[in-house]
């Protein structure tokens, strides 16, 4: 949260509407129909353009819809502010247009009242504020979803406490309850969701783990110690220390460091700092996070780093609740993958996705390994060739349609699962290219990360940073490199050792089916997709028939005895439902088709 991001009569609590300050103990039944009706409505206003055929009218559309969610998500206040910007990552569940938009929501919403934030601090910490701190400002310096932050003085210094606006964890409780209800329905009406490990429920999970670890302030000043002591040898880079003794869930004492946004030019021109070091050392710092701690701030917006003059432009971090963690593995199979992309091996990138769970176990290679040798020939022949993006647009396009085929059975089969630390590690890179672009225009983070080169083999070469600074592990992977192209690695001796017992197990396999013994099971992809969309037909067609069924019985109990009046009423209902289950069956089906024909199947 930007210390100076909300001018204090914007942030004052006088000017803050009544809806906002009630929304954590408004009834639970308002706030259920509140949430239901803006649903509702974005729901049918998608599925609506789900029928127009042409997609530029669609897209067009879209972005107008996207728009009212953004506007609608900050009526809702906190839960769904926090949500949006969650959401905002997630490309593989949103259309292109939503995630643009929710990307530049802001986490600004109007203050509360500074007697009501005191009181907050003397209930949580169980003293009077006169005894807490020498002095607080009751104008709050900052406004923010889920608090505000006053500025005070603490044994002699400066600090800024952060206060959590009242009602928040009621208001979560009935929010996330009615989120997870529409994220069931979401999976029943996208087509594109509903396995386990791309689904609204998945997004829907790891959404309220965050949130509720982002209301709890004693995570987050734990989050903070960690990332300061990361940077603890770095001049250029600042964490505001954590007051524990003036802490607790729901307030946050630290040390007062002000700066300027990162992206505010012109206050860096003010101050006499460098805009190009500054993007510079913000590239650096996020490659030192990810690569070397793989522990990376996950939110770093302008509100949330900021700049002040101390060593030419001190990058200062902000609002650590939304630090994210990326596990060794991850760490090492991410790396396996660049060198594959950089070497044209689509098996050592499929070998990475393994490592890194991106693959499913069990997963079919095969298909997969193709689309990645297209690709990378693709890849290859652009940098060769230095192509503009349109002309690489148009190869990728061509080269897509000559692996339709595959395309839809690794589609089909959906053998990948996204981390969700990636959707933090993405929307982090993209939000400092953003950055960095707009203080330098010649900007380039693989420049950048040409001094990392080194560190990357380190972590290829398993040492995980042990002994990098003697360039132990860039030496082990030149090592490997060569090796691998004479066939002297352990893995090719050993292929070796071990050939005439793979050739008698060969021999035993063949005999085996010979006699009867093994079956082999052969995937005849046509069919499977036929009976996939027999399948569907068939449910539709039932569906159909119990819609008809029941709308048939409910007129004649209506024209009947005034007795049989509550039986037609639960059939017109049972007809409704029917119905709309019939429409989202319809929906799955033009959706199929149009797949088959992008890729001429």
């Not at 309220?208 to 995570?219: G, N, Q, S, T």
């Not at 880079?237 to 300027?260: A, D, H, N, Q």
């Not at 950089?342 to 990138?349: H, P, W």
């Amino acid at each position: 949260m930007d210390v100076g991001s909300v001018p204090a009569a914007e942030a004052d609590g006088s000017k803050e509407p009544g809806r906002w300050i009630h929304k954590g103990y408004a009834s639970a039944v308002s706030r259920t129909c509140e949430i239901w009706s803006f649903a509702l409505r974005m729901l049918f206003s998608e599925l609506r353009l789900r029928r127009i055929s042409d997609p530029d009218v669609a897209a067009a559309e879209r972005v107008v819809l996207a728009a009212r969610l953004k506007d609608g998500l900050l009526s809702l206040g906190p839960t769904f502010i926090k949500l949006g910007q969650l959401l905002s990552t997630r490309v593989d569940v949103l259309p292109a247009e939503y995630v643009a938009a929710l990307s530049s929501l802001q986490d600004r919403v109007p203050g509360f009242s500074g007697e009501l934030a005191a009181e907050t601090i003397e209930n949580e910490l169980g003293r009077s504020i006169s005894e807490l701190f020498d002095s607080f400002e009751l104008e709050p310096i900052a406004a923010a979803s889920l608090g505000q932050v006053h500025r005070a003085v603490y044994e002699g210094r400066q600090v800024a406490v952060k206060v959590q606006r009242s009602g928040l964890r009621e208001l979560f409780d009935v929010d996330l309850k009615n989120l997870r209800a529409l994220a069931v329905l979401a999976d029943k009406l996208d087509s594109r969701t509903g396995t386990d490990d791309a689904s609204w429920e998945r997004v829907y999970d790891e959404s309220a783990r965050l949130l509720w670890e982002e209301i709890d302030y004693m995570v987050e000043g734990t989050n903070g110690d960690r990332f300061r002591r990361n940077f603890a040898d770095i001049p250029w880079v600042k964490v505001p220390i954590v007051y524990w003794e003036r802490t607790s869930e729901k307030v946050l004492t630290m040390e007062f460091v002000p700066g300027v946004k990162i992206s505010d030019t012109k206050a860096l021109a003010a101050m006499g700092v460098d805009p190009v070091v500054v993007a510079r050392r913000s590239a650096e710092a996020f490659l030192i996070q990810v690569l070397r701690h793989g522990f990376f701030h996950g939110d770093c917006h302008p509100g949330n780093l900021n700049v002040d003059a101390v060593a030419n432009g001190r990058l200062i971090y902000y609002d650590t609740g939304t630090m994210s963690e990326v596990p060794p593995a991850v760490r090492e199979g991410l790396v396996d993958a660049l060198f594959g992309i950089y070497g044209g091996s689509e098996k050592d990138v499929v070998d990475a996705m393994s490592k890194m769970g991106v693959l499913k176990r069990g997963a079919d290679r095969v298909g997969v390994e193709k689309i990645g040798r297209s690709l990378l020939t693709s890849f290859r022949g652009a940098l060769a060739a230095g192509s503009t993006n349109s002309e690489r647009r148009t190869d990728v396009t061509r080269r897509l349609d000559l692996i339709g085929e595959d395309l839809l059975s690794v589609g089909d089969d959906a053998p990948f699962r996204f981390p969700p630390v990636f959707a933090f590690v993405y929307r982090s890179f993209s939000t400092l290219e953003g950055i960095g672009k707009g203080l330098d225009p010649n900007y380039d983070l693989t420049a950048v990360a040409g001094p990392f080169l080194r560190e990357l083999a380190d972590i290829r070469g398993g040492l995980n940073g042990v002994g990098s600074g003697l360039g132990l592990g860039a030496a082990l992977t030149v090592a490997q490199g060569g090796l691998k192209r004479v066939g002297l690695r352990p893995k090719d001796l050993a292929s070796v050792v071990m050939q005439p017992r793979k050739v008698a197990y060969v021999e035993e396999t063949m005999r085996r089916m010979a006699n009867g013994d093994l079956k082999l099971r052969v995937r005849v992809l046509d069919s499977e997709r036929s009976l996939r969309r027999m399948s569907l037909v068939q449910d539709n067609l039932g569906t159909a028939l119990l819609a008809a069924t029941a709308c048939n019985i409910a007129s004649v109990l209506m024209t009947s005895a005034e007795r049989y009046a509550s039986s037609s009423r639960i059939m017109w209902v049972v007809a409704a439902v029917s119905l709309l289950k019939l429409a989202i069956g319809m929906a799955k089906l033009r959706a199929m088709d149009r797949r088959l024909a992008r890729f001429s199947v």
